[in-house]
């Protein structure tokens, strides 16, 4: 429509149709867009079927990365030599990519139910070292028989003896980094015990591998059940039901109690104080990372948690934590934890890398660990309005005792009793820039739209004064010329 077609009255409706319209949308944005936002934001957090965070959940949403180390016992043949301590050598890491994926879901709002299939690939280019790398460690298969007996009577234990002596039994075991991890080894003693098939002995394959059978399986974690958010956004993403009970059965009290993320939903709108809590399916238990400091990242505000001496407390420190430790088993000092009770009941400890935040004793009788809190400790950088994580690291080591033991030919010259590091296991992934700019965008869309909002405002008054200015001026197009040829009509 053009302006010269207009009567000075149609100008003046639209001109001022249009201004107050404007200003009407900028007192909406700048009043009521900052609530508005912020409600429509919530609404799209709460888990369900093709839901806005539904694909960025049933699939991992950003690269992770499992990143595994091995150690290397490189002076097993001095293992009953005074004056010469155990050595180990850290070899890795052992990059794999780690894609995950829900399967078989179940939705019972307010709460889901699934496997999650993990699929890990070797990645050459990011690790050092090959899977062909020889590794010796020591033979636990053999410590964890020789720690059964010790519950046992003498002639029990005699028994045990010769068998470990005749079926296999040994100080040390050879393999590569491949077979270590995820290919497997077939184990003589292994074998032995499986053919017993005695509930004792709850063995019930003769190959073993740190993650053996575990690539490609949806079953080998277990099944997950958590809330979905919908009704109270404060439980998003809390595990409800482990294998679909409420309790681990290997803890008694609150310490085998379900709890905590799986480390892929977080609740939003946290609060300072509260600790970020994550539930480890193979040890049965959770963990605690607490909150260091306030950064901003990339123009986010975000927090840094990490792992304390709280975080694989027995009771030393915390008296809620004292039911880790069970009646029948010797308690670890703080900062490892026992993890025979969901390995079989072997003599195997959980702690950080290189026995990071734990007591002196658990390194002075072996040689070549080095604990560094930059390297070892365990962090999540997250982003407390949405419970978004932009970063976040795991990791874990798992590590055996190793005693003298005069009822056990191999073990009764032992030199040293020392606990001996197996293997690290390090989970590792950042928020990719996509996600990152959709965070800042959701994160800015109130201040966005409330600046917005007092930009339009400034707008409509200056097209209303504008137009007031016009009228009292006789300005409008077009006006002065007509009023002309109405006076000389009027003549």
Known sequence: MCCGCCSVRQ????????????????????SAWPAVSRQWIRSLLP??????????????????????FLFNWTNPGDLNTEGVKPHFEQLGPYTFSDFKVKEDLEWNQPQVTYFGKRTWHFLPEKSNGSLEDVVIAPHFPT?????????????????????????????????????????????????????????????????????????????????????????????????????????????????????????????????????TTIFLPDAARYLNLFPKENLTIDGIDVWRYESTNLTLDNGQLSPDT?????????????????????????????????????????????????????????????????????????????????????????????AYDHYAPLFTMRLHAELDEGLTKLLKLALNAAIIGMYTGIGLVLLGITIVVTGIFVTKKHKWHNEQRRDKQLQCTQN
Not at 47 to 68: D, E, G, K
Not at 197 to 213: A, I, Q
Not at 325 to 344: H, M, Q, S, T, W
Request: negative net charge; glycine residues 10%; hydrophobic residues 35%.
């Open 322 to 414: 004292e039911c880790f430790c069970l009646k029948n088993r010797e308690c670890p000092r703080n900062g490892v934890l026992d993890y025979g009770p969901p390995a079989f009941n072997g003599p195997f400890y959980m702690s950080h890398p290189h026995f990071f935040l734990t007591d002196q004793m658990y390194r002075e009788n072996t040689t070549g660990l080095q604990p560094e809190e930059s390297e070892h400790g365990m962090y999540v950088i997250m982003e407390p309005t949405l419970g978004i994580p932009l970063s976040l690291r795991g990791q874990l080591m798992i590590s055996t005792k190793v005693v003298r033991d005069e009822a056990i030919d191999l073990f009764k010259n032992v």
């Open 143 to 275: 410590l964890t028989a020789a720690s059964y007996s010790r519950r046992m009577r003498r002639i029990l234990r005699k028994v045990m003896n010769f068998a470990l002596n005749r079926e296999g039994g040994a100080t040390h075991m050879t393999h590569t980094a491949g077979q270590w991890l995820f290919e497997g080894y077939y184990d003589h003693l292994l074998d032995f015990v499986e053919q017993l098939h005695s509930p004792l002995l709850p063995v019930t394959d003769n190959t073993f591998g740190w993650f053996y059978e575990r690539n490609n399986s949806k079953t080998a974690e277990g099944n997950f059940t958590v809330h979905t958010g919908r009704g109270d956004l404060s439980q998003l993403g809390d595990l409800l039901l482990w294998n679909g009970e409420n309790a681990t059965g290997f803890y008694p009290g609150e310490c085998g109690k379900v709890n905590g993320s799986t480390g892929e939903l977080w609740s939003p709108y946290r609060t300072w104080d509260q600790p």
């Open 11 to 30: 100008q003046k409706i639209w001109v001022f149709s249009l201004g107050g319209l404007i200003l009407a949308i900028g007192i909406f944005l700048a």
């Open 47 to 68: 888990l369900a079927p093709n839901s806005f965070i539904y694909n960025r959940w049933v699939t991992t949403p950003m690269p992770v990365y499992s990143t595994v």
